[in-house]
Every structure is written in structure tokens, then in C-alpha cells.
């Protein structure tokens, strides 16, 4: 019997009982989980493999990891305009897993067939074997699909858990905060297993068997989602915000000859309710964009009262929502240069940690060098509890209030926690060095154990001005632009990256003497990379200055209207 003609609901009542909520939120969790514990296994052990497997070294391995980084960020925003305009979030989702499997795939395959790996070095100080093009192809092309998979996941994983709930609705509210949890929940256990376990297999036992186990989870990761897609509410692509960015730019230097103001009719669109929503309008900042929203031709409207031409007629909430993109840009921008500090400490702190004595304890425990990121999470753990848990109903017993850091002071404290990061880090470079080259060995008899405080600082700074800029764009972004919320923080790290590359490629060519210079080399006894490390201590400091005396002011900015 037919199940809707057996009851009295309402066809569309009965498919939103059959649909979403938390009968598809657990495949979507399994889903993430699955994909996070595959992804962070190499990412957190990417340095150590080209190291050992591919003996890559140098700039050249710093170019190739810093590019990938990027590319899995920026890739992030090409993921969300085509979910948003063209495929939806389903699709966009099952196709990017299906690039993610075969791309880590490719990378369990360079591990399992040794022709498609350079031979091993006897000599890791001085070694001469190089992979051929071809085998570095077939590497590329492995992390290519990877940051395809990242670009097109990334953006739409939590959009899609969102979709699952009526957020109109004070349960659909509650529902969406406590999936939020579990998400966070997932995310940091799958990365607690990647980071420990799967890391350890990959550096003490098989780098084979270390990527098969991501390409299982990626394997169950697309099962999961698959069987549940009975259970999903699937929105259709309506069109992307960075669309219609683009379009208000178009617009407005079309109609650049035009004047706006009191005396002009605006289009407000089919569906706009006249409400502020952005943190610029107040001042009237960027007016220029206004002249988009201009109409200056009845006949650029239809008979429906929509825009006829959307390519010279924007809405006023479509400038609006351009205005509120360059109103974050100036603490934007101070992100990018706290990222610049985290993803280092990812490359160049492993690669320290290779080059140190591993073994800890009595019985001479060999500790991964993947292990050492950990330490940064664990902190950014620790810091988050205490302050949420102990620190502020401390304070408010003692004022009597629930008194909170502003976004401007964590900002501004993780910028100062990433200067003294910098500087520690670069004195002990200094003393791992020096006792290498007085023991005359590639591996400085210093135990790993002395990095642990420039990574502590490095989750520190994440704790403090990485969350804080998450926040103050999640914040300051209206409701349906949160998934751009999510592309532009992505966006800060894959431009950090880029800048990275950048920068040490410059250092490299500047200090280049007789083919030596201070980051040429794959032993880090023959490089200077304490100066590479203040420098960005430099960067930071101009960071400080930056943000205290220009772009704090962008992030103290309410979001009334006029």
C-alpha cells in the first residue's frame, strides 16, 4: 500500500518527517569522521614521507608542501560556488570524496610499489637520489585529486549538516547547536586517532599499511554517505554569493556615469524585507556599488518586477552583501599573517624534529615526528577548557559579572604569542644546531623534548587569534553567508601558504652564496634557519601594528543599521 495515501498528513508534512534531522545527521557525522581521519593522516605525516620516501628537501619540499596546503583552502571557495550554483551540496560532496579515495589511493600506491619512489639514501645528509619526473608526477596527481576532494568537502560538510534542521523553528535551533557539538566531537577524536595511531603505524611499522588504513576510511567514508542518502534533505543550488559579487562589480562600473542618492529608485529585489544586516551600512562606506542597485530604465525590471538584466541590475541586499565582504577584509588580512606562523611550524617544526634525538623515556620509545603537532591541538585544548571551565566563573565570582575577552585582546594576544613563538623557536634551532655540528651527525643528540615549547606557543596563537578570527567572521557575516564565513577563514591559511612560498623562495635567492644559502639545503645543520624564523617573528611584529592601530577598529564595529 501506498505510504502517503495511509494517512491524513500532508505529503510534504510526511516528507520532512521521513527526511533529515537526526536519522541523516548520524551518516553525515560518520561520513566527516571517516574523511577527517584519512585526510589528517597524511597531512599531519606529509613532511616525513617526502623526507624519507621521496628524499626531497630544501625549498623544493617546502614549495611542494606550502602549494598543497594552499590549494586545499583555496580550492575551498571554487568547492562552494559550485555547490551553490550548480550541483548542490549532496553531489559536490559524494563526487569531491570519490576525487579524495582515488587521489589518497594513488599516495597508498607510491608506498606499496617501490619503482614509483626514488631509491632509498644510505646518507640522508648528502644524497644525490633524486625522483624522476614521472614519479613525481604520479605523486602530484595523487595530492591533486586530494585538494580537489579538500576544496569540494571542506565547504559543504557542515552546510549540509545544517540543511538537516528547521532553523526556523527554537528546536531547530537547539538540534543544530548540539550537532554542532557532535561535530566538533568527531572531528577532534578522528583527529586524535590520525595523529596517534595511524602516524605511528606510518613512521615505526609500514608507510603501506599507514595509507591503506585513510583509503579504507575514505572507502567507508563514501559507503556511509551513499546508504544514507534516503534520509537527506537535498537544497537545490540557488546561486552563489561570489556570483553575485561579481555581478554588483559589473553593475556598478557599468553604471559608473550614474548618480546615487536620495532622489533614485532602487531595486530591492522579489524577496528583500528592507532589514540591515551588514556592519557597513551605518557609515555608508563604498558607495560607488550603490549606483549597482540603481534603476535607471523601467524596462530593466519584467513585468514580475524582477531584473530583467542581472548583469547591469543588482538587488540592494546583493550590494549589501558585497559591502559586508570588504568590511572584514582589514582583520581579514591580520589573519593571513597569524597563518603564516601556524603553517610553518607544520613544515619546517617536523622537519626539526627529524633531525633530533626521537627517543623518550626509559625503554626508548621512538616519538613520530607527526606527533609533534599534537602538541599544538592538546594546547589549544587545554586552554579552551580552562578558560571556558575555571577562568570565567572565577572572574565572574570575584566581579560579579561573566566577564569575556573582547575579540580585539585575543586577537591581539595571540599576534604577541606568536612573536615570542617565532623567537623561541629560532634560539632553539640555534642550540640543535650547534650540538649537531659539535657531534658531527645529522641527527642532533638534543631530545625532541626541547621543541615542545615553540609548539605550545604555536597553539596558543591558534587559540587565541585563529578562533578569534573565525568568530569575528561567523559573526559579523549575515545567516546566508556563513558558508563564505567558511571559505574566506580557509582562504586566509591558503594565502599564508602562498605568501610562505613566496617569501622563502626570495630568502633562498638573496642568500644564495657559491650554492649555499640559508634554506638550500636538505640537512638543516648547513642552513640558517633561525633567521627565516625571525623573520616572520618581524612579519608578527608588524602584524601587531597593523592591527592595533588600524584594523581593531573593524573589529569593535556592531552590525545595527542606520
Known amino acids: ?135 613525481l608526477a604520479v605523486l602530484f596527481s595523487g595530492l591533486g585529486l586530494l585538494a580537489i576532494g579538500a576544496g569540494g568537502i571542506r565547504p559543504c560538510n557542515i552546510a549540509f549538516g545544517a540543511d538537516q534542521f528547521d532553523t526556523s523553528t527554537k528546536k531547530g535551533k537547539a538540534q543544530l547547536e548540539t550537532f554542532f557539538n557532535w561535530w566538533y566531537f568527531s572531528f577532534t577524536v578522528a583527529l586524535v586517532i590520525a595523529l596517534t595511531g595511524v602516524v605511528y603505524i606510518q613512521t615505526n611499522i609500514s608507510w603501506v599499511i599507514g595509507f591503506v588504513i585513510p583509503t579504507v576510511c575514505l572507502a567507508l567514508s563514501i559507503t556511509t554517505f551513499i546508504i544514507g542518502q534516503h534520509t537527506y534533505i537535498c537544497a537545490k543550488p540557488e546561486g552563489s554569493v561570489f556570483s553575485d559579487i561579481v555581478k554588483v562589480v559589473v553593475a556598478a562600473c557599468k553604471k559608473r556615469k550614474v548618480k546615487s542618492g536620495e532622489a533614485v529608485t532602487l531595486y530591492l529585489g522579489p524577496s528583500d524585507d528592507g532589514s540591515s544586516t551588514t556592519l557597513v551600512q551605518q557609515k555608508q562606506r ?104 575555571v577562568i570565567i566563573p572565577i572572574v565572574k565570582q570575584i566581579t560579579g559579572r561573566k566577564q569575556r575577552l573582547t575579540m580585539n585582546q585575543r586577537i591581539q594576544i595571540g599576534i604577541v604569542m606568536g612573536i615570542i613563538c617565532m623567537i623561541v623557536a629560532g634560539f632553539l634551532e640555534k642550540r640543535r644546531r650547534a650540538f649537531a655540528l659539535r657531534n658531527g651527525s645529522f641527527v642532533s643528540p638534543v631530545s625532541i623534548v626541547m621543541l615542545l615549547p ?20 561567523t559573526v559579523k557575516m549575515p545567516e ?48 640558517k634557519l633561525e633567521n627565516y624564523f625571525f623573520i616572520i617573528a618581524g612579519i608578527q611584529v608588524a602584524n601587531l601594528i597593523y592591527f592595533r592601530f588600524f584594523a581593531s577598529r573593524f573589529a569593535t564595529e556592531n552590525n545595527k543599521g542606520q
Open 480 to 527: 546566508d553567508m556563513r558558508a563564505v564565513a567558511g571559505a574566506f577563514f580557509f582562504l586566509s591559511s591558503s594565502i599564508a601558504s602562498y605568501i610562505c612560498t613566496l617569501l622563502i623562495n626570495i630568502i633562498d635567492a638573496v642568500t644564495r652564496k657559491e650554492g649555499i644559502s640559508w634554506l638550500g639545503s636538505k640537512d638543516l645543520n648547513k642552513n
Open 454 to 473: 615553540q609548539f605550545v606557543l604555536a597553539g596558543l596563537t591558534e587559540a587565541f587569534s585563529a578562533v578569534a578570527l573565525m568568530e569575528f567572521l
Open 286 to 389: 563604498l558607495r560607488f556599488f550603490d549606483k549597482a542597485s540603481v534603476i535607471t530604465d523601467p524596462k530593466e525590471l519584467t513585468e514580475e518586477g524582477e531584473a530583467k538584466y542581472k548583469w547591469r541590475l543588482c538587488s540592494v541586499q546583493q550590494v549589501k552583501n558585497l559591502k559586508c565582504v570588504t568590511a572584514i577584509l582589514p582583520v581579514w588580512v591580520t589573519g593571513i599573517a597569524c597563518f603564516m606562523l601556524t603553517d610553518q611550524q607544520n613544515i619546517y617544526g617536523i622537519l626539526q624534529a627529524i633531525q633530533m634525538d626521537k627517543t623518550f623515556g626509559p625503554h626508548h620509545f621512538q616519538v613520530p615526528p607527526g606527533w609533534m603537532n599534537l602538541v599544538s591541538m592538546i594546547t589549544l585544548a587545554i586552554w579552551i577548557s580552562l578558560y571556558e571551565c
Open 1 to 135: 500500500m501506498d505510504i502517503e495515501s495511509s494517512t491524513s498528513t500532508s505529503p510534504s508534512v510526511h516528507l520532512k518527517k521521513q527526511k533529515g534531522g537526526w536519522r541523516a545527521i548520524k551518516y553525515i557525522i560518520a561520513n566527516e569522521s571517516f574523511e577527517k581521519l584519512a585526510s589528517m593522516s597524511l597531512i599531519g605525516n606529509l613532511s616525513v614521507y617526502l623526507t624519507t620516501k621521496y628524499n626531497l628537501g630544501g625549498v623544493f619540499l617546502v614549495n611542494v608542501i606550502n602549494i598543497w596546503f594552499g590549494s586545499c583552502n583555496v580550492l575551498s571557495l571554487a568547492g562552494a560556488f559550485v555547490s551553490d550554483a550548480y550541483l548542490g551540496r549532496f553531489w559536490t560532496l559524494l563526487v569531491c570524496s570519490f576525487a579524495s579515495f582515488i587521489g589518497m589511493g594513488i599516495i597508498a600506491l607510491t608506498a606499496a610499489v617501490p619503482r614509483l619512489r626514488p631509491e632509498a639514501c644510505t646518507d640522508p645528509s648528502n644524497c644525490s637520489n633524486q625522483p624522476m619526473k614521472w614519479q
